[in-house]
């Protein structure tokens, strides 16, 4: 059973950074590719970044491609979603998700951890 474990998540002011982690359990980062993604209060969940299996970013969403950065550590089968001049906009619950096919069908998710920026 593949387990996808968020955190890092917190309160930050307008300019600050955060680390968001998802750590895996049950499948190497290797074999499938990983999508992170955000939901707002009263919007509907956005893609923001996707990590393909071999570690190469296919997708950034304009809004963070510059601020956003992905990192992988293969030893502790963890990725890292890098936050920096982190926006009010920026708000929202944050999830990872294994997507097995590479097919942008995503077959396990996290449970979501919290981000929220203050102005």
């Known amino acids: 059973q593949v387990q996808l474990v968020e955190s890092g998540g917190g309160l930050v002011q307008a300019g600050d950074s955060l680390r968001l982690s998802c750590s895996t359990s049950?499948?190497?980062?290797?074999?499938?590719?990983m999508g992170w993604f955000r939901q707002a209060p009263g919007k509907e969940r956005e893609k923001i970044v996707v990590?393909?299996?071999?570690?190469?970013?296919?997708y950034y969403v304009i809004s963070v491609k510059d601020r956003f950065t992905i990192s992988r550590d293969y030893i502790k089968n963890t990725e890292y979603l890098q936050m920096n001049s982190l926006k009010p906009e920026d708000t929202a619950v944050y999830y990872c998700?294994?997507?097995?096919?590479?097919?942008?069908?995503?077959?396990?998710w996290g449970q979501g951890t919290q981000v929220t920026v203050s102005s």
């Open positions: 998700a294994g997507d097995i096919g590479s097919n942008g069908n995503y077959d396990f």
């Open positions: 049950g499948r190497s980062l290797r074999t499938f590719s």
């Open positions: 990590t393909h299996w071999s570690g190469r970013i296919t």
